[in-house]
């Protein structure tokens, strides 16, 4: 059973361009994680976000907790070549296992 | 402060062997869990491991096991090795418990490649 959605799968879009990925889910997580993963590599944790509407910024990426904690997006500002990657999110409850998306797969032409 | 460290970083194996993968997690980190990710089906679940006592399983077959060390390090192994156990396996560190240590940090993961 696939707890978290992440939508879109695959996004390609041109070097400059603004982008929002969405992770969504029925059930409600005590936290949420994004992370980037580049081929070959472990994903590489980007952001931790725990309340409920918090707004996290890392440079040109905007993260966002939904107010009852079951969603989260995350926006790209003038996306640029190196932001290209794999973004998965992953939801926490407290000493349970991690819920993994299946991850958005985002190239950016230069 | 040294990062999760998994070895070997590349693997080729046989069809009906079997192998075993090391993982170090961050020093005072004491969950490690472990992830197969593969195109087709992304990250999957493993096994969790904590104060070396597997705490969460995932749909695996027994073919997969476990098992974490004092020091935290945490072996797994994959025994009578099948093409399709083709994949990166990642490990994840964590402290573990309560609302912020859920946090994981991976390693680089080991490439295995069976033939």
């Known amino acids: 059973t696939q707890l978290l959605e992440q939508s879109p799968q695959f996004l390609s879009i041109q070097e400059g361009e603004n982008l929002t990925v969405y992770c969504n889910s029925s059930s409600v997580f005590s936290s949420l994680q994004w992370y980037r993963q580049e081929p070959g590599e472990g994903p590489v944790l980007l952001v931790t976000?725990?309340?409920?509407?918090e707004v996290k910024k890392l440079k040109r990426l905007t993260f966002q907790f939904g107010d009852a904690r079951k969603d989260s997006s995350l926006h790209i500002t003038a996306a640029q070549p190196g932001d290209t990657g794999l973004y998965l999110c992953?939801?926490?409850?407290?000493?349970?296992?991690?819920?993994f998306g299946q991850g958005t797969r985002l190239t950016i032409n230069p | 402060k040294a990062g999760v460290t998994q070895t070997p970083r590349y693997l080729i194996k046989t069809r009906g062997q079997q192998v075993t993968l090391s993982c170090s997690p961050i020093?005072?980190?004491?969950?490690v869990s472990w992830y197969q990710q593969t195109p087709g089906q992304g990250l999957q679940f493993l096994f969790e491991y904590f104060s070396e006592t597997q705490r969460n399983k995932g749909n695996f077959p027994g073919r997969f096991s476990g098992r974490q060390f004092s020091n935290s390090r945490s072996e797994m192994n994959v025994s009578t090795l099948e093409l399709g156990d083709s994949a990166l396996y990642l490990c994840?560190?964590?402290?573990?418990?309560?609302?912020?240590?859920?946090?994981?940090?991976f390693g680089q993961g080991t490439r295995l490649t069976v033939v």
């Open positions: 992953a939801g926490g409850r407290g000493a349970q296992k991690l819920v």
């Open positions: 020093s005072g980190h004491r969950s």
């Open positions: 994840a560190s964590s402290l573990s418990g309560g609302r912020m240590n859920t946090e994981a940090f």
């Open positions: 976000v725990v309340t409920g509407g």
